[in-house]
């Protein structure tokens, strides 16, 4: 399969975490990690938004259009060949499991970047967001798993104080932080909808009304929770202790 295959580029965008996934209840994991995506043509609205994003982390070589241009499918194949060599690099894969002349985001490289996740306490999902791989940069890792934020335990932390300034603060900066298709996602959850375009649930109110007991309330937090990057994460966290 080459590069230029749309189901390839729109699991290289879900993997690289410019594009929201979609979970394949039946996966195919000989072809693909776990993602269910079609191989339409790249015009739909969420590909093209996506292809922009990536485009914009690599404005210095990329016209940010979001067209799949033979300029942005070979930074794409590069970006996957160079998160590949570093999971090699740092023990997660080997060239029998990712073969140095495949950039594709399959289930090999799926399960070397979920094996690196849990090395440092992140949410293990497969998705090698760009701080994620500003991480594998590096020339060590620490084996010491990095705090993570639990939302479920901060929601039960907030309905105790929801007037503490900087929990509002906390949340209104995550808010603003996080992509339009992340909250779209995250509202359709919690109302149990699937609007193409939602009035965007405010953080604030779900951490008051949320309940445990409420299948609705724990997909939409679970699903916030495993977008939330270790850059992020942080810069929440530092608001929300902030005394």
């Known amino acids: 399969m080459a590069v230029s295959s749309p189901e390839v580029i729109r699991h290289i965008l879900i993997g690289l975490g410019y594009l929201a ?32 994003k990536f485009q914009k982390q690599y404005s210095q070589k990329l016209t940010i259009n979001g067209n799949a241009d033979a300029e942005t499918r070979t930074v794409m194949a590069d970006t996957v060949k160079g ?43 497969g998705i090698a967001t760009f701080e994620q791989r500003q991480i594998l940069q590096q020339s060590s890792l620490t084996d010491k798993p990095q705090p993570q934020v639990k939302l479920r335990d901060l929601c039960f932390q907030f309905q105790k104080n929801p007037q503490n300034p900087s929990y509002i603060a906390a949340l209104n900066n995550l808010q603003q932080n996080l992509p339009k298709d992340v909250l779209h996602k995250v509202t359709n959850k919690w109302r149990g909808t699937n609007d193409q375009n939602p009035e965007i649930v405010k953080l604030t109110n779900l951490f008051t009304y949320y309940d445990d007991n409420n299948a609705n309330h724990r997909d939409a937090l679970n699903h916030l929770q495993s977008q939330l990057t270790p850059a992020i994460s942080q810069a929440f966290l530092n608001l929300w202790n902030k005394k």
């Open 21 to 52: 996934p979609e979970i394949d209840p039946k996966p195919d994991l000989t072809k693909f990690a776990p993602w269910k995506r079609n191989n339409n043509s790249l015009t739909d609205d969420p590909t093209e938004e996506a292809i922009k």
């Open 83 to 125: 998160l590949q060599n570093r999971l090699k690099f740092h023990g997660f894969a080997t060239n029998a499991e990712i073969p140095p002349d495949k950039p594709f985001y399959g289930p090999a490289t799926y399960t070397a970047v979920k094996k690196f996740q849990k090395s440092q306490g992140l949410t293990e999902n």
